[in-house]
């Protein structure tokens, strides 16, 4: 098992990561502050992992939430289901919310755990790879509103995350290589050596070897840590998390969000924050080849939707036709292992990325 | 006009207390970041503020959210609404929520602004008196559930508070004196000094004087401020400012909300409190009933309703009657000028009280 402690002045905690963790009452129970427990989950979860996880809550007022599993219900419906289920059990403001799930429980079980009687402890048990690795550092929780995806959260730290890797067994192999897509983007925007890591143990993570998988998570957990703790409440860099991302959102959004998954959007994006690093003479084609090769190797696309055009690309990224001189951030490749941020680019280059790539 | 800083750190805020200020933009656009601003207010206080309000945002993108008024609609469909109408509208992160009206106006706006985007500014401008001197100090916001009373919410505190005393020329009488409850509150909880002024200054402060009113904000708030910077989150002191609550909310739940108001059930419970007081030996007779007097001139009842058995108390406190041992923590007064908490008292004093007043 390996420790990391995220270092946030009163809210710091310890991220702990390895195989067979999550039966283990030693790494939970010291973090729980009252008697009370609410275990948050989703119907995909709660029948592999929910009976572990309270065998290792004995002594507890133990109850759940078991929810419907999709980002489609990352909404205020889901968090009244919670608030519901700890008023009607007389949870009091010493309770502790457990998410146990991907991305999507753990941001709504933070919400709930950020806003009931003014704010409550959580502790995060994330299944998936892309959780384990990205929405478990950082502290940012929240739900959908029909107008906008992720607009009503709050930023709440968890008392303690635990990572166990076996979990990661039943994943789906679309899912692993999704969170592998974040694992590549840690190494790109700011870890060389870790980047070579990726490369030399792909087809590892790729098997689920539970060493290989601890450490990159752990690396993943490092970078995301580091940056959280210069920025906590996104005012600087921690955009450059984003790596990916804008070009990543348009594809999630054009084809349905759900039908490519997160990380799929983000590998292809990566590769097309890229190329536009190439086409403004920050990469060679070297360094633009193994950008693109890292991202293939972990089975994720390596190319928009063929269904996508440049102006599919503009209307998602709501940037108005008639106003063309208008440039949005984006995250960019200095090197291999150093991103930056910039709106300083010719539109031109941005352009020919939206068609080319 | 008067100044009180709110010590809070990085989250300490001015609050400006006087006559005339609402229409003063050299008062409020210092604290607006960004330039969009979101005015939330009711339907009673729209048409008797806005405008005046406005006035003072001129360049500003200025939207407005109109909700109904009262306790009943401060849920999580308001809430929604003010959502929708940030989201309709495309205020960004850097926008600023204004809320324009009583507690209840406060409450939801600093709610939606602790959640929208995972937190942006806002400002109060209370128009109550009661909010004035209570819900405008302190950062709590939230909302009621169909299963309890202010179990949604969060901390966030305003970038400015301004109380302009002629809001409450428009207020009606039992709201006035209902705000005075929190007033002698500040006074018998922590300074007797506060208190004796009070009771030379009752008429006038009935009158809507306004020199006496500010002086009465002021001097509320700072004492608010004082205990509030020592315990922000409500884990020790801060429960001192629930002197004639503990009863008071009995009161407000047997008669149905709104029926009492929040400030005239905590009248007759700072009674109760102050006649328990008396009981267990911390009061003597002549302090009873300067604590009766000061309340009974501020047009407060002194008495909890003629309907109200001692078995309604007990039931409304959630108290089990099979269970009497229990002692519930009960803010009461060691002198006129010095408040307590404890759980450590004989049940008879309790019942006697309950029964007696």
Chains 1, 2 share one sequence.
Not at 245 to 256: K, L, P, S, V, Y
Request: hydrophobic share 40%; charged share 25%.
């Amino acid at each position: 098992m390996k420790t990391l402690n995220v270092d946030l002045g009163e809210r710091s905690y310890p991220i702990f990561i390895g195989e067979g963790l999550l039966g283990n009452p030693e790494l939970i129970t010291p973090y729980i502050a009252g008697q009370q427990v609410m275990v948050v989950t989703n119907e995909t979860v709660a029948p592999l992992y929910l009976e572990k996880l309270k065998s290792s809550l004995i002594g507890f007022q133990v109850d759940e939430v078991i929810l419907p599993d999709g980002e489609r219900y990352k909404n205020s419906e889901s968090i009244d289901l919670i608030y519901s289920e700890l008023l009607k059990k007389r949870h009091n403001r010493k309770t502790t919310l457990i998410a146990l799930g991907g991305g999507v429980v753990g941001d709504m079980c933070g919400f709930a755990a950020a806003t009931y009687q003014r704010g409550v402890d959580f502790i995060q048990v994330p299944t998936t790879l892309l959780s384990q690795v990205d929405s478990s550092v950082g502290g940012k929780t929240g739900i959908n509103h029909s107008l906008g995806k992720n607009m009503i959260g709050a930023f709440h730290q968890p008392k303690v995350v635990i990572a166990d890797t076996d979990t990661l067994k039943t994943l789906p192999e679309r899912e692993l290589s999704a969170g592998i897509a974040e694992v590549i983007k840690y190494g790109l925007i700011r870890d060389e050596a870790f980047l070579s890591w990726i490369e030399d143990n792909m087809s590892d993570m790729l098997a689920c070897n539970p060493e290989v998988l601890t450490k990159a998570i752990h690396e993943s957990c490092r970078n995301k840590a580091e940056i959280v703790a210069e920025d906590e409440l996104e005012s600087g860099c921690r955009a450059l998390l984003n790596l990916g991302h804008t070009f990543g959102h348009a594809i999630e959004a054009h084809q349905g969000y759900g039908n490519w998954l997160h990380g799929e959007a983000v590998g292809a994006g990566m590769i097309m924050a890229a190329y536009m690093s190439k086409e403004l003479g920050w990469l060679d084609e070297v360094a633009f080849q193994r950008v693109s090769e890292v991202v293939e190797s972990a089975k994720l696309p390596i190319k928009s939707p063929e269904s996508m055009t440049k102006d599919d690309f503009i209307s998602y990224m709501s940037l108005d036709k008639k106003n063309l001189d208008h440039r949005i951030r984006l995250v960019l490749l200095k090197s291999v292992g150093e991103a930056f941020i910039t709106a300083d680019y010719p539109q031109e280059s941005f352009l020919k990325t939206l068609s080319d790539c």
